[in-house]
C-alpha cells in the first residue's frame, strides 16, 4: 500500500467496516464448542476481520478495530458478564493485533506474516492465560456469585468431574484455555492467509478512487476531517447506547 496520511478516509472507513463486521460476527456468531471446551467458552469468528485489518491498516487500527467490535457487540446483546467477558476480548484483542501489526508493518513478505501470526498468537494466548488468572476469574466470582466458587465449578464439571476450587486453574488455564485460544488463533490465521492480499489490493483500489492524485489536498483533508467527526460521534454514540443498555435496559 502507498504511503498517505494515517488518518485519512479510507483507513477511518476500513476501520468501521471491519469493526462493524467483527462487532456482529461477535455478537450474533457464537456457539459453544461442549466436547472439548465449557460452555461459556463460545468460538466465534469475529478475529478474521481483526486479523484481516490489522495486517492491511496497522496496529494502532488493528486496537481500535477491537474497541469498535466490543462497542457493536455491547450494543446489539449487551453483557452477561459484568463486563467481564468484553474485557478480556479487549486485552486478548490487543495481545494479538499489537505485535502483529508491528511486526508485518516492518516485514511485509510471507514469512513475516507467518512470523507475525505466530508471535501474535503466542502474545494473545498469554494475555487470555494471565488475565484469567490475575483479574478476570477473580472479579468474575467476586462481582456475579458474590465470592462462591460453587456456581464456576458447576459450570466445569460436564467435562472436568474432579475439579475443585484447589484445581480449577489447572483445568481452565491449561487444559481449557489454552487450547482454545490456539485454535481461534489459528483457524483467523489461516484465514487471513487466504484472503489478506485480495482485501488489501481491494483497499488499495479504493483509495485511489477516494484520493486521487489530481485531487486538492485542501479538499482531500477538508473530506477526511468531515469523515473523522462522524466516526468520532458514531463510536460515542456506541458507546452512550452500550451504557444505557447495561444500567437502564438489562
Known amino acids: 500500500m502507498k504511503r498517505v496520511p494515517f488518518f485519512n478516509t479510507t483507513r477511518i472507513v476500513m476501520i468501521a467496516l471491519f469493526g462493524a463486521l467483527a462487532g456482529v460476527l461477535h455478537a450474533f456468531g457464537k456457539f459453544p464448542i461442549a466436547v472439548a471446551f465449557p460452555s461459556f467458552l463460545e468460538l466465534d469468528f469475529s478475529d478474521i476481520p481483526l486479523f484481516i485489518g490489522t495486517f492491511a491498516l496497522g496496529p494502532v487500527s488493528g486496537c481500535l478495530i477491537v474497541v469498535v467490535k466490543i462497542l457493536v457487540k455491547l ?20 495481545g494479538f493485533v499489537i505485535p502483529a501489526g508491528i511486526l508485518y508493518k516492518h516485514f511485509r513478505t510471507i514469512k513475516g506474516a507467518l512470523l507475525s501470526l505466530a508471535v501474535g498468537t503466542v502474545s494473545s494466548i498469554t494475555v487470555a492465560i494471565l488475565s484469567n488468572w490475575l483479574l478476570l476469574i477473580p472479579f468474575y466470582i467476586t462481582n456475579m456469585f458474590d465470592g462462591s466458587w460453587e456456581p464456576l465449578l458447576g459450570m466445569m464439571r460436564p467435562l472436568f468431574p474432579s475439579v475443585t476450587k484447589d484445581t480449577f486453574y489447572g483445568f481452565y488455564l491449561w487444559v481449557s484455555v489454552l487450547p482454545f485460544n490456539a485454535m481461534r488463533c489459528l483457524i483467523a490465521s489461516l484465514v487471513t492467509l487466504l484472503v489478506y492480499k485480495h482485501i488489501s489490493r481491494a483497499i488499495d483500489r479504493i483509495n485511489d478512487k477516494l484520493s486521487p492524485e489530481e485531487e486538492g489536498k485542501t479538499k482531500v483533508c477538508a473530506r477526511d476531517i468531515a469523515v473523522a467527526t462522524v466516526c468520532i460521534v458514531l463510536v460515542l454514540l456506541l458507546l452512550l447506547f452500550a451504557l444505557l443498555r447495561y444500567f437502564l435496559w438489562s
Open 75 to 94: 450494543v446489539c446483546v449487551g453483557t452477561s458478564t459484568v463486563f467481564v467477558g468484553d474485557l478480556a476480548n479487549l486485552l486478548i484483542g490487543f
